[in-house]
């Protein structure tokens, strides 16, 4: 089996290159390269080595499918080690993402050149680890205690020329990278630039405290994970010793976390959201239909969410309603949205004038007839939906898709309104839609390949991340959601206050807890849609009898100032007891007795009650796979990515 790294010598600088695809992770035989390239250029008359690499990008870390298995030599902080003691210039040329150990195998070179379009990073805090090859001690002594926190701790990448104002990059290279960065070599060797070698560099000066207030920050917003805590305990240990001892401290560290619950999780979480993108029967040629123009039926929230979601993605937006004033309310909600990003300085006011731009209004469907796709976003009426797909049979070309947002109708009965169900199918976007990531891309009966295809594949450019479901009443999250709130309710009337189910919740890592969620989303909501239903549909009155008397009382939730909770003009939650009287008294008419009930039992019962749902769903065939129930709770429901969705956590409980 050829190597997939690949020595060669251009003039007096040796060429290492790894060529290993999709994304040149560091696996078993790449480091076994990179050790006999390094040995062959040690011995030839070459004056300095250069390492690059193939394909998309640089090295985008260790091979994560590696992990779990027993770890061969040569084990990768030595092999940073080695490559930095080496004896001659060795410099690394970066262009895509050089990501965890590729960017420590970037820093144990003496200096790095990389593209602009170049981005570096440590995301190791992602899976629930820590940089384990130098990279919590080679960062702070480069880049300084600040920037070295930031960027580990967040594990979010720094562009290249960000990463050179911090001096993590030393030369941003025009035009073809190889050429440019044998250009700097050469330039390097004819400056004598030393052979800066960065574990030997001081920690710059910085302040102390510093530690303490980011684990405090940490704390609250990283809650219950133990990597981000551990990456500053290496980082306030590289900055109080030698490089040796912090770096036999952060194997210490790395191998802790690499065999706990909360890395296993996120490990899992990695492969489970590449996973969810691939389609099990999907033909493998199947055609990818173009998508450059979308149209948006409803300017309401969602509406003009999703509008801002394809905008935001460089597709024109033409947003209907039903006449001028809606009109105008609904594109007032778009400009809000946007100014808002800028506020939060997640666009910049030219990003966001230009995005708005390709958003325009019309109340005439007759503007919708040239466009590739349309989103019916308007309210959950059946009736209503059914006679604007009908409409848009009636004016859309032939080849355009057709989807709804619907959040738990009958897609078939929807498509059955039109001429060519084949080209419908749902599009399930979370409010709110240009921020949530996660798409419920929902299969009808008759939906075709390719339809289904394209919109997987069209997520990704929206910068979503896309689950298959199947048709049922509320698809896979908001079926669940069911069961999980009938759940909360008997908690409730067994003895539990709603502050006291909310917090057990939040403890164990949601990101709010299920009556907060409730009184978010507005009790009314769920009252109206019980309203449709006979008794019997309804079930047990003990799963929906008190958020029925609190709508009755006046009490809809956050936007009435009141629900399972009482709300200040801020909106923050004050536990109240009216609610907990209110509770008593139902329990008791309902004949249930009341008891102390622990946060453990909470925890067990809700997330049992949300995996019995996930194992039907699988059963139907509603979820291709279990992972893709943990998708769709991780990014659309809130719950907490380190214990790997509610599915992953069952299977290890089980253990
Ligand atoms: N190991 C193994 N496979 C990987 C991989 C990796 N590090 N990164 C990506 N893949 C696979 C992925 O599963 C998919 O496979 C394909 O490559 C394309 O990925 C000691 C221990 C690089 C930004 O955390 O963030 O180093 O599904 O669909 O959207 O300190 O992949 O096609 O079969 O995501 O263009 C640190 C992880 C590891 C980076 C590209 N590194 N990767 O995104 O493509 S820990 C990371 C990414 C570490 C050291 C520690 C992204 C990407 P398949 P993709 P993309």
Redesign the pocket.
């Known amino acids: 089996m050829a190597s997939p790294v690949n020595y060669t010598v251009t003039g007096n600088i040796g060429v290492i290159t790894v060529d290993n695809p999709?994304?040149n992770?560091?696996?078993w035989a790449v480091r076994q390269g990179l050790l006999d390239a390094f040995e062959t250029a040690a011995k030839d008359a070459t004056e300095a080595v250069l390492l690059v690499c193939d394909g998309?990008?640089f090295i985008?870390?260790?091979?994560?499918?590696?992990?779990g298995t027993p770890p061969r030599a040569p084990h990768?902080?030595d092999l940073c080690d080695h490559m930095e003691a080496f004896d001659k210039l060795f410099v690394a040329a970066i262009h895509?993402?050089a990501?965890?150990?590729?960017f420590?195998v970037a820093l144990s070179a003496n200096y790095r050149c990389a593209v602009a379009t170049a981005k570096v990073g440590?995301?190791?805090v992602?899976?629930g680890?820590?940089?384990?090859?130098g990279?919590t001690q080679r960062t702070p002594r480069l880049a300084g205690v600040d920037a070295a926190l930031q960027l580990i701790t967040s594990?979010a990448?720094l562009g290249a020329t960000a990463a050179k104002d911090v001096g993590l990059v030393d030369e941003i290279i025009d035009g073809d990278l190889l050429e440019g960065a044998l250009a700097y070599v050469g330039r390097l060797l004819a400056d004598s630039a030393p052979q800066r070698r960065t574990s030997t560099l001081e920690v710059p000066q910085h302040d102390a405290a510093i530690f303490d207030q980011v684990r405090a920050q940490l704390a609250k917003k990283a809650r219950g994970q133990v990597a981000p805590q551990a990456i500053v305990d290496c980082i306030e240990k590289a900055a109080g010793s030698t490089y040796d001892e912090g770096v036999a401290y952060e194997r210490r560290r790395?191998l802790e976390l690499?065999d706990g619950d909360q890395s296993k999780a996120l490990q899992h979480f990695?492969?489970a959201?590449?996973?969810a993108?691939?389609i099990d029967d999907m033909p493998e040629d199947v055609q990818i239909r173009s998508v450059e123009s979308v149209g948006v039926i409803g300017g309401g929230t969602m509406g003009g969410g999703i509008a801002m979601t394809f905008a935001n993605a460089g597709i024109p937006v033409t947003l209907v309603e039903i006449n001028d004033d809606a009109l105008e309310r609904g594109l007032s909600i778009v400009d809000r949205n946007y100014a808002g990003s800028v506020k939060r300085g997640k666009l910049s006011e030219t990003q966001a004038a230009a995005c708005r731009d390709l958003i325009s209004g019309a109340t005439d469907y007759a503007k919708l007839a040239d466009v590739d796709l349309v989103v019916e976003a308007v309210f959950e009426d059946p009736n209503l939906k059914k006679e604007i797909f009908s409409k848009l049979d009636a004016v859309c070309k032939d080849g355009a898709i057709l989807a709804t947002n619907t959040s738990y109708q009958d897609v078939n009965e929807i498509a059955a309104a039109t001429g060519r169900p084949e080209d419908v199918l749902g599009l399930h976007f979370f409010s709110p839609a240009h921020i949530m990531k996660l798409l419920e891309v929902v299969r009808g009966a008759e939906t075709a390949n390719d339809v289904l295809a394209t919109c997987m594949k069209l997520a990704?450019r929206i910068r979503k991340v896309p689950v298959v479901a199947g048709v049922c009443y509320g698809f896979i999250g908001n079926r669940m959601l069911q069961p999980y709130g009938e759940q909360a309710q008997l908690l409730l009337l067994e003895g539990a206050t709603p502050e006291q189910v909310d917090s057990a919740m939040e403890d164990f890592g949601m990101a709010m807890g299920p009556m907060r969620v409730f009184d978010l989303a507005g009790l009314d909501v769920g009252y109206k849609a019980r309203e449709a239903l006979s008794d019997k549909e309804k079930g047990d009155p003990a799963g929906y009898r008190v958020p029925d008397l609190l709508v009755e009382a006046g009490r809809l939730g956050q936007k009435s100032g009141s629900g399972f909770y009482s709300y200040d003009e801020n909106r923050r939650p004050t536990p109240d007891p009216e609610v907990h009287r209110l509770i008593e008294d139902t329990a008791a008419e309902l004949g249930i007795e009341r008891r102390d009930i622990s946060d453990d039992e909470i925890v067990n019962r809700l997330v049992g009650a949300l995996v019995d749902e996930g194992r039907k769903i699988i059963d139907e065939g509603i979820a291709q796979r279990a992972s893709d129930i943990d998708v769709v709770y991780v990014y659309g429901y809130g719950f907490p990515a380190f214990r790997g969705g509610p599915m992953f956590y069952a299977s290890q409980s089980a253990k």
């Open positions: 999709p994304v992770a560091l696996s998309r990008t985008a870390g260790a091979d994560i499918s590696e992990f990768l902080p895509g993402t990501l965890g150990g590729g420590e440590l995301p190791e992602k899976l680890l820590l940089p384990g090859a990279g594990g990448p790395f690499m990695f492969f959201e590449r996973a993108a691939k990704r």
